[in-house]
């Protein structure tokens, strides 16, 4: 029997940089309940789908109220009544009330309100199957994402203290989730030994990496391999770096200002990103370049060894599209998958699928501002994924992450990791 969406409804919830956001909870007529809560980025692509924030004085103008608002007065009403098993239909008619002009009393939904939305009818549909989020997407291949997880944290997550945003670790010799975060978390506290012995630290970076007191990228890179190696993991055998330059933070005018602030050209700057790929055990490297610089991109392909993979993340915003482009431009060999850049579960799933279709690895992420959300954890089980990235191995909304793949490894009675990628010759 069709089990119908009786009731959806909003609230004003918080994440963790105490920033409002939107929670939505969908109840279907079988008694169902599914619930989204939308993340938030700091290093933001200016394609990605544009929250909708309040403005005005009040807790910088981000608060959330009219989102929640337009859930009761627009998208409750036209979602009552709709088969909530029908995800790409709900999708559909969220993409519609998106992007209709907006009347004077009400503006675009926002991508942080069709997230939400979006997130919680997958979850309602699972539970009105009796089966977690995951599993309704019916995974091909069927194996647990392999976890790149941030040990030092920079950027915009950490008042630019370096210019790399995410100092990441994958544990490439892990065979299960259990094991990866040993090796992670082992690694995480001989990193903060070592930064310990060197002096006082700076705290803790967004995403619960350390926020260290470094003098610059290959400083932030020595302190890390020091770390690994205390634990007796061999760097490149055991442990492969992962680094999101997140560059377009400091493109600027078609030029890259690093570090010491001198502005250099985009052959310069992905000439010492090459070098430093070479000279470390970086096995992705995400957003060398600029959201625009497609020759920055396609040099970061031509100049680093086939194992390590150029990631886009505000080069692609999640978009199908985009993907396809710059597969065949031979600008990317990964594509990082965030759903609230595009808005809603299925265009990420078709960005998934494009990803795919051109020979492209699949990262599923989270935001650099969460909540307990754990639909992450699921949409990389359930799409494949060949790595999951949500932060550090600290801070409850990292973890609520990490601990959610423990409960499906376990679920699945233990599944091996997805093999680690390497570029596909072309
Ligand atoms: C990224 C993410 C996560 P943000 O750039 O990949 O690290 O950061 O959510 O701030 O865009
Ligand atoms: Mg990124």
Same mark, same amino acid.
């Given at each position: ?9 909003? &609230? ?10 939107v ?9 169902? &309940?599914?619930?989204?809560?939308? *993340?938030?980025?700091? @290093?933001?692509? /200016?394609?990605?789908?544009? !929250? ?17 608002g ?21 999708? /559909? ?9 907006? !009347? ?5 939904? #926002? ?6 939305t @979006?997130?919680a ?6 539970? @009105? ?18 976890? =790149? ?26 065979t299960?989730?259990?094991?990866a ?11 903060g ?8 630290? &700076? ?48 493109? =600027? ?6 570090d ?27 957003? *060398? ?40 431009d ?5 594509a990082l998958i965030?759903?609230? =850049? ?13 990803? /795919? ?7 599923? @992420? ?24 949500? #932060? ?7 973890t ?13 009675? #233990? ?12």
């Amino acid at each position: 029997m069709a089990d119908l969406i009786e009731s959806t409804v909003a &609230r004003r919830v918080w994440d963790s940089r105490g920033i409002p956001t939107v929670e939505v909870e969908i109840t279907t007529t079988g008694g169902a &309940r599914g619930r989204g809560i939308a *993340p938030a980025g700091a @290093s933001t692509g /200016r394609r990605e789908a544009v !929250e909708l924030r309040d403005g005005g004085p009040t807790l910088s103008g981000k608060d959330v109220r009219r989102a929640v608002g337009l859930v009761q007065t627009h998208v409750a009403p036209a979602l009552v009544g709709r088969e909530v098993a029908d995800l790409a239909g709900i999708d /559909r008619v969220l993409g519609a009330l998106d992007s209709l002009d907006p !009347e004077p009393d009400r503006p675009r939904l #926002g991508g942080n309100t069709t997230t939400a939305t @979006s997130l919680a009818a997958l979850h309602a549909a699972a539970a @009105s199957r009796g089966i977690p989020a995951w599993k309704l997407l019916d995974p091909e291949p069927l194996r647990l994402p392999r976890p =790149q997880i941030q040990i030092i944290g920079g950027g915009a997550h950490a008042a630019h203290r370096t210019t790399v945003q995410d100092f990441m670790v994958v544990p490439v010799s892990a065979t299960s989730i259990e094991e990866a975060l040993v090796h992670v978390a082992e690694i995480y506290r001989a990193v903060g030994d070592v930064l310990a012995a060197r002096g006082p630290r &700076r705290g803790v970076a967004d995403e619960g990496g350390h926020w260290p007191e470094v003098s610059g990228t290959e400083d932030a890179l020595d302190v890390l391999m020091a770390g690994i190696e205390r634990t007796g993991l061999v760097p490149g055998v055991d442990i492969g770096i992962s680094l999101d330059i997140a560059a377009t933070q400091f493109y =600027q005018h078609g030029l890259y200002v690093p570090d010491d602030g001198v502005a250099i050209s985009t052959s310069q700057w992905i000439a010492q990103l090459v070098r430093i790929c070479r000279d470390y055990p970086v096995i992705t490297l995400e957003d *060398p370049a600029g959201e625009d610089d497609t020759i920055g991109m396609r040099l970061a392909v031509a100049g680093t060894d086939p194992g390590t993979l150029v990631v886009g993340d505000d080069y692609l915003v999640t978009d199908a599209e985009r993907i396809a482009r710059a597969a065949e431009d031979e600008a990317v060999d990964a594509a990082l998958i965030k759903v609230n =850049q595009i808005g809603t579960v299925t265009a990420a799933a078709n960005a998934v699928r494009s990803a /795919r279709e051109h020979g492209l690895a699949v990262i599923v @992420s989270a935001r650099s501002g969460e909540t307990e959300d754990v639909s992450v954890a699921h949409l990389a089980t359930g799409w494949g994924a060949d790595f999951v990235k949500v #932060g550090s191995i600290t801070r409850g909304e990292r973890t609520a992450k990490w601990n959610e793949l423990i409960r499906i490894d376990a679920e699945l009675g #233990g599944m091996p990791l997805a093999p680690v990628p390497r570029r596909r010759p072309r």
